[in-house]
């Protein structure tokens, strides 16, 4: 069946563009997660969206980031005026109900050059 | 600061003996514990979880075992196997798995055939 989708799978840009990355979730799970990984360290949460709630934007580094998801189903993560320090792979997951186990996507690994 | 760690960056296990995992946590609420393989481009998934109700649960080759007055978890594997060989994070999460996944740094483990 079909898993977490993200796409691109890699995206190299130059400091100071904007980028977007796309999450495509298991059909029918409520709850999206955006996490990243930077070099040597763990994952680090972004984002939650659960179900029409509003979004968990806790985990946002900065103002350049945002999230959407529109229609309960596919999210976008922008990162605007990208920076060096926003190179890592990003990862989206996806799970539903209680005692979720969330499943992830294969990530996007971004390099700001 | 760091709510979930693991404090061996790497492990290296010979082939058919047993390989324990070690995570500690500082957050009292958290209630909800994961395992998550991860193998190089690849998003991690899923192996084993633990409620705080139980202290220990069992899948085939995995146990993870939970001692909530240390807050301390680990995952023992036996016996281990070359597919065994990945990234293991250890997470942690509140209201029995409805929020975001707070994770450690991860431990290299590698099998040694």
């Known amino acids: 069946g079909a898993g977490v989708s993200q796409s691109p799978s890699n995206k190299v840009t130059e400091k100071g563009k904007d980028v977007e990355l796309r999450c495509d979730p298991i059909?029918?799970?409520?709850?999206l997660y955006w996490y990243r990984q930077s070099l040597g360290q763990g994952l680090e949460f972004l984002i939650y969206?659960?179900?029409?709630?509003?979004?968990?934007k806790s985990g946002l580094p900065s103002d350049r980031f945002s999230a959407e998801r529109t229609g309960g189903s596919v999210s976008t993560l922008t990162i605007q005026r990208t920076q060096q320090e926003d190179s890592a792979v990003y990862l989206c997951?996806?799970?539903?109900?209680?005692?979720?186990?969330?499943?992830f996507g294969p990530g996007t690994r971004l390099t700001v050059l | 600061d760091q709510q979930v760690k693991q404090n061996s960056p790497s492990l290296s296990v010979q082939e058919g003996r047993i390989s324990i995992l070690n995570c500690d946590y500082t957050?009292?609420?958290?209630?909800?514990f994961l395992w998550y393989k991860k193998y190089p481009a690849e998003g991690p998934t899923f192996l084993i979880s633990?409620?705080?109700?139980?202290d220990k649960n069992e899948d085939g080759r995995f146990t993870v075992f939970l001692n909530k007055s240390a807050k301390h978890l680990s995952l023992h594997i036996v016996p281990s196997q070359p597919g065994d060989s990945a990234v293991y994070f250890c997470?942690?999460?509140?209201?029995?798995?409805?929020?975001?996944?707070?994770f450690g740094t991860g431990t290299r483990l590698t099998i040694i055939p």
């Open positions: 957050n009292s609420m958290f209630d909800y």
């Open positions: 997951a996806s799970s539903s109900g209680t005692y979720n186990e969330q499943f």
């Open positions: 633990i409620s705080s109700i139980k």
């Open positions: 997470a942690a999460t509140g209201n029995f798995g409805n929020e975001k996944l707070t």
């Open positions: 969206f659960q179900g029409n709630s509003a979004p968990d």
């Open positions: 059909s029918g799970h409520t709850a």
